[in-house]
């Protein structure tokens, strides 16, 4: 059972305009909910987080929705670019034990020039 | 932001031989540190987290006497696969925090990649 999934294992949008990454949960424990960029061949970094008490947190390009009762996360970036091309993972925890995580499977951005 | 590294970066090895990983946090000490394994186009699964001077603590599935974890100090943690197995190969990624609680907290290794032929 797989806990958290992103449905879409990739996208491709035009620089300048806005990628919209998806993200679905099933356990309705989650309650602080991360987004990571991947290069291949390098670990994920931390891109930006939300926890269940705001439904919106934005950091410059990147924002990020939540809506708790669909169970549904999303990425937004606007405008994209090029750079942002990368693997992205969304990723639940749990405050009691919110060391521990469950990944999604990833969606492959490219944004082309 | 804070540097975390593994080592090797890629390894093969034979079926039956025991391969070590090793994660080091370089500018900061880490109490917490995960273990993680990725195959391809999956996502990152939750090996065992590991604080330093104890015992680590396993995921359910997760063999301990296959994967030993040693967090020996607040800069490094270890990896063994014992008597690895083609099943094996993987993407063996590492994280390391200083609260071990919020996981924006913590930074990833690059990875080492596991070939056991």
């Known amino acids: 059972d797989q806990q958290v999934k992103q449905n879409s294992p990739s996208l491709s949008v035009q620089e300048g305009r806005i990628s919209i990454l998806n993200c679905d949960y099933t356990?309705?424990?989650?309650?602080?909910f991360l987004w990571y960029k991947k290069y291949p061949a390098e670990g994920p970094t931390f891109l930006i987080s939300?926890?269940?008490?705001?439904d919106k947190n934005e950091d410059g390009r990147f924002t990020v929705f939540l809506n708790k009762s669909a169970k549904h996360l999303s990425l937004h970036i606007v405008p994209s670019q090029p750079g942002d091309s990368a693997v992205y993972f969304c990723?639940?925890?749990?405050?009691?034990?919110?060391?521990?995580?469950?990944f999604g499977d990833g969606t492959t951005l490219t944004v082309k020039p | 932001g804070a540097v975390v590294s593994q080592h090797p970066s890629r390894v093969i090895c034979k079926s039956g031989t025991s391969v070590k990983i090793e994660c080091r946090s370089l500018?900061?000490?880490?109490?917490?540190m995960f273990w993680y394994r990725q195959f391809p186009k999956q996502s990152l699964m939750l090996m065992a987290t590991?604080?330093?001077?104890?015992?680590?603590?396993?995921e359910q599935g997760v063999e301990k006497d296959k994967f030993l974890i040693n967090h020996a100090s607040l800069t490094l943690s270890t990896l063994t696969v014992t008597s690895a197995h083609p099943e094996d190969s993987s993407f063996y990624i590492c994280?390391?925090?200083?609260?071990?609680?919020?996981?924006?907290?913590?930074?990833f290794g690059p990875g080492t990649r596991l070939t056991v032929t």
């Open positions: 500018d900061f000490q880490a109490t917490t």
């Open positions: 994280s390391a925090g200083t609260t071990g609680e919020l996981l924006d907290e913590q930074y």
């Open positions: 939300i926890s269940s008490i705001k």
């Open positions: 990723a639940a925890s749990h405050s009691t034990n919110a060391g521990k995580s469950t």
């Open positions: 590991s604080n330093e001077g104890s015992k680590a603590t396993y």
């Open positions: 356990n309705s424990m989650f309650d602080y």
